[in-house]
């Protein structure tokens, strides 16, 4: 569903400000409030109809020399889009603006906007960043590629699930998962600064991070260092603890059971006869061997007024 042609070009401002609208993203009562703001701001709307759709819209914005793209949805329509620009070798030509509209937002709330409007401001204000995108066997990622428990638990999460009680919805589904999950054997190569890294055997999990950061602090990571943050956390004993501090980002302390390394690739491998499941920015994917990089500043965002607060 379109507001206008999205194919045509009359000279004005909306044959170069497209918006992706997701009307599924979060509990959907979104949509009526986008429709209006588009109008204001000067966004052609199209809306997506199916998974996957957002990629093919981004694509094809690219094709018609869009230079502003807003993606109002979750995580998920952020990476799909996202793999739409990639598609069409458009990185160079085509700013990203994101208007939240999902369950956790993630992406969004690192760059500083955090309701409808702020995505809107961000892309009239003008002020941009460039930042990393990982790639995992070419297939691009903003946010994060975590194997293991969380992405067990993440995957697990239902649409309805989402839908009645919104974030509780991950954890609730963590703290189910983790009774049940069996560990991940696994193989990992790293180049990182001072050299090669090699780990394997068992671990909970296993995080790549690029806006998201696994250590530390609750915040983002600025992603425009050309580095991955590489956070292995060795298998421990399911209970209900550990679960927990799982969803509060692997303890905040210090513990002998959290690798972390920065690097610039890795190579992921499976040891048991069957592949790794991974949380793409949220989306699920299973490989045998995945290689991972990343690639410098690729991508340029629109940023609210608080990014640098966040970083």
Not at 108 to 116: E, F, H, P, Q, Y
Not at 129 to 149: T, Y
Not at 158 to 168: A, F
Request: charged fraction near 25%; include cysteine.
């Amino acid at each position: 569903m379109t507001s206008g042609d999205a194919g045509s070009t009359d000279g004005t401002t909306e044959d170069t400000r497209r918006l992706v609208l997701n009307p599924t993203s979060g509990d959907g009562d979104h949509v009526e409030r986008v429709r209006e703001l588009a109008a204001v701001h000067g966004f052609r709307i199209v809306e997506t109809e199916r998974a996957g759709h957002a990629v093919d819209i981004a694509t094809q914005a690219a094709v018609d020399d869009v230079d502003l793209l807003a993606i109002c949805g979750g995580d998920g329509t952020v990476h799909e889009a996202v793999q739409g620009i990639v598609a069409a070798d458009a990185l160079e030509d085509v700013t990203l603006s994101i208007i939240p509209a999902g369950t956790a937002n993630i992406a969004a709330s690192a760059l500083g906007i955090d309701r409808l409007r702020d995505g809107f401001v961000a892309a009239d204000r003008g002020e941009t960043k460039r930042l990393d995108v990982g790639m995992a066997n070419g297939e691009p990622f903003v946010l994060s590629a975590i194997a293991g428990l969380p992405a067990a638990a993440s995957t697990a999460a239902s649409g309805e699930l989402k839908e009645r009680i919104g974030t509780l919805a991950f954890v609730i589904e963590g703290l189910q998962t983790a009774r049940e999950f069996d560990g991940l054997e696994v193989a990992v190569g790293a180049v990182a600064g001072d050299g090669e890294y090699v780990w394997q055997g068992e671990a909970l999990c296993l995080g790549i991070g690029t806006l998201r950061r696994f250590t530390g602090e609750n915040e983002p990571s600025n992603a425009r260092n050309g580095r991955l943050e590489v956070t292995i956390v060795d298998r421990v004993p399911p209970t209900d603890a550990i679960a927990e501090a799982v969803e509060r980002r692997f303890l905040n302390r210090e513990t002998p059971h959290v690798t972390t390394i920065e690097a610039s690739e890795l190579e992921v491998i499976a040891l048991k006869d069957e592949p790794v499941r991974f949380s793409l920015d949220g989306e699920r994917r299973e490989y045998e061997s995945v290689e991972i990089g990343v690639r410098p500043q690729a991508l340029r965002v629109c940023v609210g007024e608080e990014y640098g607060s966040r970083i």
